[in-house]
């Protein structure tokens, strides 16, 4: 199976970190720890009904009119601080591994810096997708009101486009966005920029090319 070994990384990775991290997931390194319910929360999950009781977001959230509100970036605290060591990095800034973060050196050239790290780009597609996810557990099962919402953007997916989804942008549930726009004229790619692959025929990068991070963050700006 192809990512098999890298998934096995994360699962390895992740059971560090939740032991890492009992100021967010708790003594037992529970994930749902991180989320704070006054009374066991029901979610069923995989045609089973789980439970979990934590006290993490509870405890930084308030009571409006009886329902309990808190802000996205309480939420992205936790998930950025407390997950980060089980995503592979490239980067690092000031010894901290910065997961899915880039330097875009078309961002550098237009800022004329030499400082470390302002020509940085923080898409954190996973980390996002997760949030994404907690989000519709937090307002649809607990009944939460979450807050921020608009400092959320697009997946910025690398392979294959701009993923963005459904339960926040239904109209667009989906849509393979980053290739749209080139498809469209929205964003055209420079001559030659990209190497071509003698046995395809195709453009061929890592992840880490320049024209990638410019593309996908050219994608979230357009949108």
């Not at 066991?40 to 045609?47: A, D, E, K, T």
């Not at 939460?144 to 953007?153: F, M, N, P, Q, R």
Request: charged share 20%; hydrophobic share 40%.
């Amino acid at each position: 199976m192809v990512g098999l070994e890298g998934r096995t990384s994360l699962l390895f990775n992740l059971s560090g970190a939740l032991k890492a991290s009992p100021q967010f997931f708790g003594e037992d390194g529970r994930p749902g720890n991180m989320i704070g319910v006054s009374s066991h929360l029901q979610i069923w999950s995989l045609h089973r009904l789980k439970f979990f009781h934590a006290d993490f977001l509870e405890s930084d959230s308030k009571l409006v009119d009886n329902q309990r509100v808190i802000h996205l970036s309480q939420l992205w605290y936790v998930l950025v601080e407390g997950l980060n060591p089980i995503w592979p990095s490239r980067i690092q800034l000031a010894g901290k591994s910065l997961g899915d973060v880039w330097p875009c050196p078309a961002l550098k050239k237009a800022l004329g810096t030499a400082e470390e790290g302002e020509d940085f780009v923080p898409f954190h597609k996973l980390t996002q997708w997760i949030t994404y996810s907690l989000v519709e557990v937090l307002e649809k099962i607990a009944k939460w009101k979450v807050e921020g919402l608009e400092d959320l953007t697009g997946l910025p997916e690398y392979r294959n486009g701009m993923s963005v989804c459904s339960h926040f942008l239904p109209q667009v549930s989906h849509n393979r966005l980053g290739g749209l726009l080139l498809d469209h004229g929205v964003l055209t790619l420079k001559p030659d920029v990209l190497p071509v692959d003698p046995g395809s025929g195709l453009p061929s990068v890592p992840p880490s090319h320049p024209a990638i991070i410019e593309w996908r963050a050219m994608t979230v700006i357009e949108l």
